[in-house]
């Protein structure tokens, strides 16, 4: 991957959590579980929609999309977070860190943009009740998927490859548990302060015009619920709003902390904990927000246990 030819790092260390080896043993099992649990909870809502037809609409769609993600997106990083728990070295060679580095990023960039298409799919339930069928149609819902998914594996080529041929000539360790683009830049032999705010501004620049569109788009959907007369009919319109609500408040929150300012101005110890959130609090905990208030989607949760339990009689 590297064309520079002055580098002398071929491998990068990850300290990942520095502690005693029984500290780690138990943060393997801690992280193995919720790594198991984001796999069991995304892949049921998945399964959920592929196998209840009253699911086929956009909304469950976009829905199990988003879970799909989660899956892909987890495994970019946590089981080679889980092996560095366990290795004596805890070691990744350049162009596999680069690697890590690239889809971790394009799945975080797909991320983003799902969100607001989700926004928008609810601010179109809302807005255009009697038109919504019309407009948003399962096959139009899956090219604007297609597009989320492209576009955001098309928005890091660049800034990776100028990052690659910076040299790296030594030392090669970072306190970190992913490749992020502060400590590779840090380990750099040279400053590179334009690659820097480069990467600053583009992730900046995602970010917040997601987040103003989800913000707009839950601006014309308060305004439409506070003019429904009933109190009732007021707490339904809004409870479908609820939940994405949630999740974009967790993904956000954690996803500005991050990654907004520059890596210069953000402690490690910091950005450590907000990456640890991101990675291993959200991913499980996004199943239970959308299934728990949810009540198409529980049924269509009910129905994999019943035909789990009629496979087992068989």
């Known amino acids: 991957m590297n064309m520079s030819g002055v580098n002398t790092v071929t491998e990068f260390i990850l300290l990942s959590f520095p502690c005693s080896r029984q500290v780690q043993v138990l943060l ?3 992280f193995s579980v919720t790594y198991i649990l984001t796999l069991m909870g995304n892949g049921a809502i998945v399964c959920a929609v592929k ?12 829905l199990a999309n988003f879970s799909f993600l989660e899956i892909c997106y987890i495994n970019t990083t946590v089981p080679n977070r889980l092996s560095n728990f366990l290795s004596e070295t805890k070691t990744l060679s350049f162009n596999t860190c680069f690697l890590h580095f690239y889809f971790f990023f394009s799945m975080g960039t797909t991320e983003t943009f799902l969100l607001p298409l989700m926004a928008f799919d609810r601010y179109l339930t809302i807005f255009r009740p009697l038109h919504y069928p019309t407009i948003m149609t399962n096959h139009l819902c899956m090219n604007l998927v297609a597009i989320c998914w492209v576009t955001a594996f098309l928005c890091f080529p ?10 790296f000539c030594g030392p090669n360790t970072f306190d970190h548990f992913v490749c992020d683009p502060g400590p590779l830049l840090a380990l750099s032999c040279v400053p590179a302060p334009g690659i820097e705010l480069s990467c600053s501004i583009l992730s900046s620049f ?10 707009g788009s839950y601006t014309l959907v308060l305004r439409a619920v ?3 007369p009933s109190a009732a009919g007021r707490h339904k319109t809004f409870s479908t709003c609820g939940s994405h609500l949630v999740v974009v408040s967790l993904f956000y929150g954690t996803l500005m902390v991050m990654y907004i300012s520059p890596t210069s101005g953000n402690p490690s110890g910091i950005q ?3 990456t640890l959130f991101y990675l291993s609090v959200i991913p499980p905990v996004n199943p239970l927000i959308y299934s728990l208030r949810n009540k198409d989607m529980k049924a269509g949760l009910r129905k994999i246990q019943m035909c789990k339990k009629i496979h087992q009689r068989e």
């Open 28 to 30: 393997f099992m801690l």
């Open 206 to 215: 995602i970010i917040f015009i997601t987040f103003f569109f989800i913000i």
């Open 226 to 228: 506070l003019r429904v």
């Open 51 to 62: 196998l209840d037809r009253r699911l086929h609409t956009p909304m469950y769609i976009l």
């Open 158 to 167: 660049v800034p990776i490859y100028f990052i690659t041929q910076l040299p």
């Open 272 to 274: 450590k904990i907000a």
